[in-house]
Nanobody, 115 residues
C-alpha cells in the first residue's frame, strides 16, 4: 500500500523560502508523474507544480519562476523549492501523483507566509 508523507512546511516571512519534501513508499515514481497540490479552506485542492516521468516540469502561472519541483527516485522523494514566497501562497501543501489518486493523499504540510 502506497503511503505519502509531506514535510518542510512552516511559518515564513514574505520574500522568504521553504523546501518541501514528499516521501512515498513503494516505487510509484517509475509509473507516475508527481505533483504538488495546495488547498486553502473553502477552496478546491489544485495542482501547482508537476514533474512527469521523463523529468518534464510544469507550473501554474502564479508560481512560475518562484517554485521548482524536483525528484530523487533513489530516495522516493519529491521536493518543492519555494522562493520569493507571498502571503497568497499560504495553504496546506500536498503531494500526489498527477492523477491525484484518492487513496494516496497524505496529511499535507502547512505553509504560512506572514510578517
Amino acid at each position: 500500500q502506497v503511503q505519502i508523507v509531506e514535510s518542510g512546511g512552516g511559518l515564513v516571512q514574505p520574500g522568504g523560502s521553504l523546501r518541501l519534501s514528499c516521501v512515498a513508499s513503494g516505487s510509484i515514481f517509475s509509473s507516475h508523474g508527481m505533483g504538488w497540490y495546495r488547498q486553502v479552506p473553502g477552496k478546491s485542492r489544485d495542482v501547482y507544480a508537476l514533474i512527469l516521468r521523463d523529468g518534464t516540469t510544469n507550473y501554474a502561472d502564479s508560481v512560475k519562476g518562484r517554485f521548482t519541483i524536483s525528484r530523487d527516485s533513489a530516495k522516493n522523494t519529491v521536493y518543492l523549492q519555494m522562493n520569493s514566497l507571498k502571503p497568497e501562497d499560504t495553504a496546506v501543501y500536498y503531494c500526489n501523483t498527477i492523477e491525484g489518486i484518492p487513496s494516496y493523499w497524505g496529511p499535507g504540510t502547512q505553509v504560512t507566509v506572514s510578517s
